[in-house]
């Protein structure tokens, strides 16, 4: 994670997760704040990337041609 961004310590995960009603057992808090950590790096890398030439998803989903075989 960047250094500007401060880590989620376990006891906020608790907190924010209790505020959106999903209670977390005491045991659950830290690996939560890790995986939160770790999708905000994710998405603060992604937040960098240009895509300014690149069309969107949906352009390509109706180019595909769709094969249900195994």
Do not use: K, N, Y
């Not at 009603?21 to 960098?48: C, M, N």
């Not at 895509?51 to 769709?66: G, I, K, L, Q, S």
């Amino acid at each position: 994670m960047s250094d500007a961004q401060p880590q989620l310590t376990p006891p906020e995960a608790a907190r924010w997760a209790a505020r959106s009603g999903l209670p977390l057992a005491g045991d659950r808090s830290q690996a939560v704040a890790a995986t939160a950590d770790h999708i905000h790096s994710v998405v603060a890398v992604l937040r960098e990337l240009d895509f300014a030439d690149t069309p969107p998803a949906a352009h390509r989903v109706a180019e595909e041609a769709h094969d249900a075989a195994v």
